[in-house]
């Protein structure tokens, strides 16, 4: 059974740095793409980038391009989503998800999700 876990939210200021972490339990840990998604308040879950577990390639949505890094450490079968220069568009709850491609950016091609994690910027 696949298990996702998120963490690493909470309150930060307009400018700051954050990390999340997804931990990751019973995949096949191929290179199926490990993504982040977020939603914020009344608007659609939108997807921010995506890493494959084995070669390590990664694809970005262009709102985040620049400022956010994902990552992997493939000993601790954990995804990061390194954050700089948060800014209060960046406020939302932020999922980790797989079972989908590398550049698939619906929501609905994905198909185990983690259970979220809050991020709030305040300016």
């Known amino acids: 059974q696949v298990r996702l876990v998120e963490s690493g939210g909470g309150l930060v200021q307009t400018g700051d740095s954050l990390t999340l972490s997804c931990a990751a339990s019973?995949?096949?840990?191929?290179?199926?793409?490990m993504a982040w998604f977020r939603q914020a308040p009344g608007k659609e879950r939108e997807f921010v980038a995506s890493?494959?577990?084995?070669?390590?390639?990664?694809y970005y949505s262009d709102s985040v391009k620049g400022r956010f890094t994902i990552s992997r450490d493939n000993t601790k079968n954990t995804v990061y989503l390194r954050k700089n220069n948060v800014q209060p568009e960046d406020t939302a709850v932020y999922y980790c998800?797989?079972?989908?491609?590398?550049?698939?950016?619906?929501?609905?091609?994905?198909?185990?999700w983690g259970q979220g994690t809050q991020v709030t910027v305040s300016s």
């Open positions: 998800t797989t079972g989908g491609g590398l550049l698939d950016t619906l929501p609905q091609l994905y198909d185990y």
């Open positions: 019973g995949m096949s840990f191929n290179d199926d793409a």
């Open positions: 890493i494959r577990w084995r070669s390590g390639n990664t």
